[in-house]
């Protein structure tokens, strides 16, 4: 297999551990209702767990991939000179935090109670914001440079909050039918009021993405420009599915019962399947040119 599709493959099994760790650990740390926080993170405990430790491990290939990227290929993996070179590189800083990052949430495995839940959740956020500092999001210097970065942060973790917020969502609609159901309908409901917030920053923060690396109006429409298109109609897709979700099918399940809520799961599956799709597509961003 090739070092670029490598680099594609191992950056979407990263996107989607940040994301799962991420979304997970925000429902354990402030979505859920005091009393039922504990059960939601044993609930959620194999999400958390995958999830801290996909995103170290990634991070680690990532970091050996870029090394044969920026080498001649697979035999300079082992080249002590490259990963020096590598190291000293504005992504090799920005990835040595990512590790770090990364193993804060390992560690934080070994704890118990909400000061492991914060820790997963900082870990998360952290490394989702340390992505900014690498890859196109760090194209820019000065004044566009930090609002470039500030901006892609806040694009990468309010995306995770959403689209890592789906798998609790399909979890807690079991415990919708059992005795915690009202502490259930509490966390989803609080989902719902943040999620709004989360989808509107995915939105325009993406707009402001898009300005600062193609302009206004964009010069050009090659292979980035149209695949870029394609992720805003899957994401699109995603938020049409979203307000289905929550203004047609919930309010239904007074009166349709258990085939509401199986119409809802199925939604929501699909939202899940987009946003897979969706971050396919980002990871694939990063060995293109903007223009």
Not at 125 to 143: K, N, P, W, Y
Request: hydrophobic share 55%.
């Amino acid at each position: 297999m090739s070092v670029s599709l490598c680099w594609v493959l191992c950056r979407w099994l990263h996107f989607m551990a940040l994301l799962t760790l991420t979304g997970a650990s925000a429902f354990t740390v402030f979505l859920a209702p005091a009393q039922f926080r504990a059960h939601m993170s044993v609930r959620l405990s194999p999400l958390l767990k995958s999830g801290a430790i996909a995103s170290l491990l990634t991070a680690v290939l990532l970091l050996v991939i870029q090394t044969g990227m920026m080498g001649n290929g697979w035999p300079d993996v082992s080249n002590v000179d490259v990963w020096r070179l590598v190291l000293q590189t504005r992504f090799g800083v920005a990835w040595q935090w990512q590790l770090i990052a990364g193993v804060v949430g390992v560690a934080a495995l070994g704890l118990k109670g909400r000061g492991q839940q914060c820790l997963l959740l900082l870990s998360g956020i952290g490394q989702l914001a340390g992505l900014a500092f690498t890859g196109h999001a760090a194209m820019l210097d000065g004044a566009l440079g930090f609002l470039q970065r500030s901006n892609h942060a806040v694009h990468l973790i309010s995306a995770a909050f959403w689209a890592g917020g789906l798998l609790p969502v399909l979890l807690l609609m079991v415990d919708v039918r059992q005795p915690a159901r009202n502490d259930a309908i509490h966390t989803l409901m609080r989902f719902s009021r943040y999620g709004h917030l989360a989808v509107a920053l995915v939105l325009l923060s993406g707009v402001v993405n898009a300005w600062l690396l193609l302009g206004w109006p964009p010069g050009h429409f090659q292979l980035y420009s149209r695949l870029l298109l394609i992720k805003i109609a899957l994401v699109g897709l995603m938020c049409g599915i979203a307000l289905f979700n929550r203004y047609w099918l919930v309010p239904s399940f007074k009166h349709s019962g258990e085939q509401g809520q199986r119409r809802f799961i199925q939604a929501t599956l699909a939202e899940l399947l987009l946003a897979a799709i969706v971050l396919l597509l980002v990871s694939l961003f990063a060995t293109l040119e903007p223009a």
